[in-house]
């Protein structure tokens, strides 16, 4: 037997006995254990080669992942494993089978090998009727509670979140990183594999967040068609009508609806020249100074506030899968009381976009040949 370390000859030692957890319970599998005398190390062939890691079988580890990855370890072991099985495992198991699987899945991700769906399909590259796209990408973030020294909170960070989906929402994939320049990368590498090769081919909607449409245009094309997600830009709308007009109900919601009216049929050049005819006729100091951000926002992203443009060629105009994405991800990383190291909400993070893309991309995972994490 080669020693997988130095490439040498290992001496067999003697046989071993590990206790193996199925699905049925826990059974004793015997293997010949190899000792190599020139680096000292031992190691089990035959456990790779049944695929036995952390004591559970590889029939049952999905099942393990599958639970931590939808509840917390202590819930997923108690009200999952152990209520719809019958075998027993502590939070700390699923814990470390979660997230070594999950770090396994990152590592696949970094070398730019998506997880193909067990079954094909054709709906991301069907031809589409005029001007709609072939597919929708969309690029967020969302903060984690984190853990500092001495099991003490620290500073939130934030998650990233991207999607890439078809026009009619049958089809999408969920991608997440702590960094977003790795992450806009394997958002290239996502469209590649199923099959959108010409960039042309997709719209990226975005709210204005820092860097989100800089990443997107480094990664994806420079000439990459964007839109200013529609709700938000109304929030802002909105949100300024409030300082301006105080608790006065009728002039808010009037000013509001106005300015909402204009964005949606003109676009973006015609409500910053209403605006800015506002603003030359003078405010209070404080609507001032709100007015002047809300006029630097629409014309930091005027390029992609022609509304009128993107409803004549059928183009959505709201970032809402990319939104539910955030949410139902979120929801395993933000629960009362948690608080994660980085490794800890990367892996799990990653397990759960994968879950949120569907049951075939998430079958895809498993039915791989397995490769040890990096």
Known sequence: MTCPDCDRAAKFHSYQARRVVTGHGAVRVSRAYYYCARCHQGFLPYDEALGLRDEISPGF??????????????????????????????????????????????????????????????????????????AYVGLDAFSVPMQGAGAGPAEHRMLYTAVVYTPDKKHHRYLVEFELDVLAEQLRAQTRAIGL???????????????????????????LSTVLDWYHAAEHLSAFATVWFGSDEEPRRAWADHAKGLLYERGGDALL???????????????????RKLIGYFENNRHRTDYPSYRAKGWDI????????????????????????????????????????????WDGFWSQPYRRAA
């Open 61 to 134: 580890r999905p099942l393990v992942c599958l639970a931590g990855t939808l509840a917390p370890f202590a819930d997923a072991a108690e009200d999952i494993v152990r209520r719809y099985t019958g075998v027993r495992l502590s939070a700390s198991t699923v814990l470390r089978c979660t997230e070594a699987e999950g770090e396994r899945l990152r590592a696949q991700l970094r070398d730019g090998r998506m997880v193909a769906s067990t079954t094909k399909e054709p709906g991301w590259t069907n031809p589409r009727e005029g001007a709609v796209p072939a």
């Open 197 to 223: 090769t010409d960039v042309g081919q997709l719209v990226a909607i975005t709210d204005g967040g820092n860097g989100l449409e800089e990443a997107l245009t480094r990664h994806l094309a420079a000439n």
């Open 273 to 291: 020249e209403h605006l800015r005819a506002i603003a030359s006729g003078g405010t209070d100091d404080e609507p001032r100074d709100e007015l």
């Open 318 to 361: 709201g970032s809402g899968p990319t939104e539910a994405g955030c949410k139902i991800i979120g929801e395993r990383l933000k629960g009362s009381g948690m608080r994660w190291v980085y490794d800890g909400a990367a892996t799990v993070g990653a397990l759960r976009a994968l879950y949120v893309s569907g049951p075939k991309v």
